[in-house]
């Protein structure tokens, strides 16, 4: 079976209950989420084997981390101790014309601390087959970019596939260097790279002509001259994905993506998401329905790309970082059955 490792932070998520506004809170829901383990999560609910990578504080928090991944099957073996505290971050869940916020309370944590050498990455890899980070890991400190380097250097030399996803994100990038200087020596390294609608434009200054991404309409076929351009840069990428949501309201969004493979590019399907329930996340499950889709379905990068638009469609659906939603689940989303519908 393919074995799958991820790398970078977990955090404490905390968010008022229900639609409240921090200013209206008096409780917060806990749970823990972050992009890499997000995506571990969701491939081992299709029923494959991840390790997930991280550096924790040795205390109850940390402690209290572990088991909640531990419960969704993902394995943690490798996860390092230290550091002083985890990181935390805030979210406001945005309703109709009132977007999500987000407030990152993550300085000086265990993963921001993190150094090179910390983690056996030969130990980590001499069993795996696939290494996925995103660009979230280096945009947090000196040392944790030094770290996904090291990792993605390592993964290389044994010869793993190499995913990433640019996940560019500016409350985070406040280290000294600028996101395409690090970035840079990164994603020459890997294989697949996945971004959103805007994430090539904020890193590499690579931009789809004629969009508006707060227009909550995308032309798909524009983002051809992103993935050409990415692929351009960076010769060792064999299959870029885009994913494509038009923000109708804070509740109602449509979602798509476009998979480029050997100078050809797929459309997915187009989902309209009337209700949404929590949309954290749904680019990692975008990502891990793509890894699972590329393993599962081989040369048919179509249906690929069909899983993984699905899959994340459902995320919608869930509270919480994780996609708790099983292969047949995403299977039936593909078949056409979008009636929600009582299984009994």
């Not at 001499?126 to 996904?148: K, L, N, R, V, Y």
Request: charge should be negative; hydrophobic fraction near 40%; include cysteine.
């Amino acid at each position: 079976m393919t074995r799958i490792v991820t790398f970078g932070e977990i955090m404490l998520r905390l968010s008022p209950p229900g639609h409240l506004r921090f200013t209206q809170a008096r409780s917060f829901d806990a749970i823990y989420g972050g992009g890499e383990s997000n995506v571990a999560v969701s491939l081992a609910h299709f029923g494959l084997e991840t390790e997930y990578v991280t550096r924790l504080p040795q205390n109850d928090i940390g402690d209290a981390c572990l088991n909640y991944l531990r419960q969704f099957g993902v394995g943690v073996r490798h996860v390092v101790r230290g550091g002083g505290r985890l990181g935390i971050y805030f979210l406001e869940h945005g309703a109709v014309s009132r977007g999500s916020k987000v407030i990152y309370d993550r300085a000086n944590s265990a993963l921001a601390t993190i150094e090179p050498g910390m983690i056996d990455w030969d130990a980590v890899f001499a069993d795996a087959d696939w290494f996925h980070w995103t660009g979230i890991t280096p945009a947090i400190s000196e040392g944790a970019a030094a770290t996904c380097l090291e990792a993605v250097q390592a993964a290389r030399r044994h010869g793993l596939t190499i995913s990433c996803d640019l996940n560019y994100r500016k409350k985070l990038w406040k280290w000294g260097k600028e996101p395409g200087e690090v970035m840079q020596d990164l994603v020459r390294h890997c294989d697949i790279a996945v971004g959103n609608e805007e994430d090539a434009d904020k890193v590499f200054g690579i931009k789809a002509p004629d969009t508006d991404v707060t227009s909550g309409k995308l032309d798909a076929s524009k983002y051809e001259y992103v993935c050409k351009g990415l692929a351009e840069r960076f010769p060792n990428l064999r299959t870029i994905a885009i994913t494509l949501r038009g923000s109708l309201s804070a509740s109602h969004n449509t979602w798509s993506a476009v998979l480029w493979h050997a100078d050809r590019l797929y459309f997915g399907p187009q989902y309209d998401i009337t209700h949404i329930v929590d949309r954290v996340g749904g680019g990692d499950s975008f990502v891990a329905g793509l890894i699972y889709g590329l393993l599962t379905y081989g040369d048919d990068k179509q249906q690929a790309l069909n899983f993984a638009v699905a899959a994340s469609a459902l995320k919608h659906t869930i509270f919480g970082d994780f996609n708790l939603v099983s292969v047949a689940e995403v299977e039936k989303l593909m078949g056409g059955d979008v009636s929600g519908r009582v299984s009994r």
